[in-house]
């Protein structure tokens, strides 16, 4: 075994969770080595928020937490050491401030992520940190010390982290290698599946209405009958599915035969139908279509559905029967729909599942079987909502891991 390839640690994959752990763990002059199997790094942070990077969101740890559905509590030392305002401070430290926009997400002020690349390369030269691209590691073993076989190298370290991400859009180079390598140190994983993804349901209704858009409507997500999820969110219809924060960031939920149902209207049932009953009761000589004051609603919308309920949408309000305004009230507030598939990884922003996170000390990432192994980043199984959860996260992972190894 040659001297100069012993490491302190070795990281694998170099996205946002690997970059990190390799600035902090080198920050107290450990000998650092990057292995990227790509031609360069951060490919899928480049891509990000459509090329600007949405790297963090406004709110408090705890709103923090809610946003990884059940698994957020294991973050909570991660986002102690490396909070959101610490990522807000690293990049101002380096010149490049964050922007928030309306909505809560922190992007850099000049919309680039190309732009937070450079801000990060610049800090692993600063470090020393060795990178090697175009190195895609095949093998990892331990025995006493861990080694890590490339086509046509062998490095070894007293250190191991695997940053390797998930499965989704694979053409950045996260293909589940963490997953194999996790396989083979006799690690659990949960069952992996794409997430934060629009959800194709059986008979879609809506092509015609693409783009039509509802604010904070209700869903309720139901399995063999029983409710499973309720939650409330943006909604859109495209040409092909249903979208938006209300589905995306609830498909890691999703299953195909699951029923969805959606109150358009965003108000609770029973209120939303004693309103609309006063309202029609009170414009008896007004047109059905004219009376609906909600901005869910929009002219297309409500066409389409009074159709769907064979209502003629010029009927005088007091010519309506009780069936047809039940059956519209029920349309507007409860309509379902059978999941029928979710898009593939290609398509899929995240994956759900990985490295099951009861291995792992959420104190440190490191492995509780192996000491000096560590996980971070979407290779475990955290996966965020969309608005800067997922990138926040493999940061602050990477940051306690790099600091616990300093240690
Ligand atoms: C289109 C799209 C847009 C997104 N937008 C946002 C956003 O705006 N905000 C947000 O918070 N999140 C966003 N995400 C999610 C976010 O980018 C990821 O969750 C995040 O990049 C995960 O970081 P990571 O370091 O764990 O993994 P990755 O970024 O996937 O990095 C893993 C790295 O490991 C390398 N690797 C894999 N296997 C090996 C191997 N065997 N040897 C060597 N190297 C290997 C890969 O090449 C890759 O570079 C988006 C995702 C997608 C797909």
Not at 17 to 25: D, L, R, W
Not at 28 to 48: D, R, T, Y
Not at 174 to 181: H, I, R, T
Not at 195 to 210: A, G, H, I, M, R
Request: glycine residues 8%; aromatic residues 12%; positive net charge.
């Amino acid at each position: 075994m040659k001297d100069k390839n012993i490491y302190d640690i070795i990281v694998v994959g170099g996205g946002p969770a690997g970059i990190f752990t390799s600035i902090y763990g080198s920050q107290s002059g450990n000998k650092v080595l990057l292995l990227e199997k790509m031609e360069k790094l951060g490919k899928k942070l480049l891509i990000a928020g459509q090329g600007q990077c949405n790297l963090t969101h406004t709110g408090t740890k705890d709103e923090f937490i809610d946003k990884y559905g059940d698994n957020g509590s294991f973050l909570k030392k991660a986002f102690y050491k490396f909070p959101p305002q610490a990522l807000i401070n690293f990049f101002a430290e380096r010149n490049l401030p964050l922007v928030s926009t309306e909505k809560g997400k922190y992007f850099p002020n000049t919309f680039k992520s190309l732009d937070v690349l450079s801000v990060l390369k610049k800090e692993l030269e600063k470090l020393d940190v060795q990178i090697e691209t175009k190195m895609e590691v095949l093998e990892v073993n331990f025995n006493d010390i861990f080694q890590v076989k490339t086509k046509d190298n062998e490095f070894y370290s007293r250190n191991l982290v695997i940053a390797t991400g998930g499965l989704s859009y694979n053409i950045t180079g996260s293909s589940g290698d963490g997953y194999k390598f996790a396989n083979k140190m006799g690690l659990k994983l949960k069952n992996t599946k794409p997430s934060l993804t629009p959800c194709y349901v059986k008979d879609y209704p809506y092509s015609n209405l693409q783009g039509v858009s509802f604010k904070s409507i209700l869903l309720e997500l139901w399995r063999d009958n029983k409710k499973i999820k309720s939650a409330t969110g943006d909604l859109l219809f495209t040409h092909k599915n249903i979208s938006g924060p209300a589905i995306i960031d609830n498909s890691r939920y999703f299953e195909k035969g699951d029923k969805l149902i959606i109150n358009y209207s965003g108000i609770p049932y029973e209120m939303f139908s004693e309103n609309i009953r006063k309202i029609i009761n009170n414009n008896g000589n007004k047109m059905i279509k004219n009376i609906f004051d909600n901005p869910n609603f929009s002219e297309r919308f409500i066409k389409f559905a009074l159709k769907y309920c064979s209502i003629d949408e010029n009927k005088k309000c007091n010519l309506l029967n009780k069936s047809e305004i039940k059956n519209l009230i029920n349309y507007l507030t409860k309509f379902e729909f059978e999941i029928s598939k979710l898009e593939g990884y290609e398509r899929a922003m995240a994956t759900s599942g990985g490295i099951d996170l009861s291995e792992l000390n959420k104190n440190t990432m490191e492995t509780k079987k192996i000491k000096g192994l560590y996980f971070v980043g979407e290779v475990t199984d955290i996966d965020g909502d969309t608005g800067g959860y997922n990138i926040q996260a493999a940061f602050s992972m990477g940051a306690l891991a790099g600091i616990s190894i300093r240690r």
